[in-house]
């Protein structure tokens, strides 16, 4: 059973920072594709950034380009997610997701993702 549990989220002014952090019980976080999707009130839930598990390589939303940076510490076994220059449009409930299964392949949608934490809530103020 993989468990994850988000943390670092809060009330920032936009043009602040946060760093989020996902703590991942599983026994090595590289075979995993690890991710962020954010789901604000109203609206369906939306990738933000990944590391692929081909690989390691990275990727981000078009809205998350240039300002957020998603990395992990295999040894700690945690996913990070570095985000600059917020704005009120940040605004959200941010979840860690991680899937085994993407070995070749890669996905956006967050169908395809079978584990999730429990979400963190970000709040930016204008």
């Known amino acids: 059973q993989v468990h994850l549990v988000e943390s670092g989220g809060g009330l920032v002014q936009a043009g602040g920072s946060l760093r989020l952090s996902c703590a991942a019980s599983?026994?090595?976080?590289?075979?995993?594709?690890m991710a962020w999707f954010r789901q604000a009130p109203g609206k369906e839930r939306e990738f933000v950034a990944a590391?692929?598990?081909?690989?390691?390589?990275?990727d981000y939303a078009d809205s998350a380009k240039g300002r957020f940076t998603i990395s992990r510490d295999t040894a700690k076994k945690t996913l990070y997610l570095q985000m600059n220059s917020l704005k009120p449009d940040d605004t959200a409930v941010y979840y860690c997701?991680?899937?085994?299964?993407?070995?070749?392949?890669?996905?956006?949608?967050?169908?395809?993702?079978?584990?999730w934490g429990q979400g963190t809530q970000v709040t930016v103020s204008s």
């Open positions: 599983v026994r090595t976080l590289s075979l995993y594709t």
């Open positions: 590391i692929w598990r081909s690989g390691g390589s990275t």
């Open positions: 997701a991680a899937d085994s299964s993407f070995i070749y392949s890669r996905s956006w949608r967050n169908d395809d993702y079978a584990h």
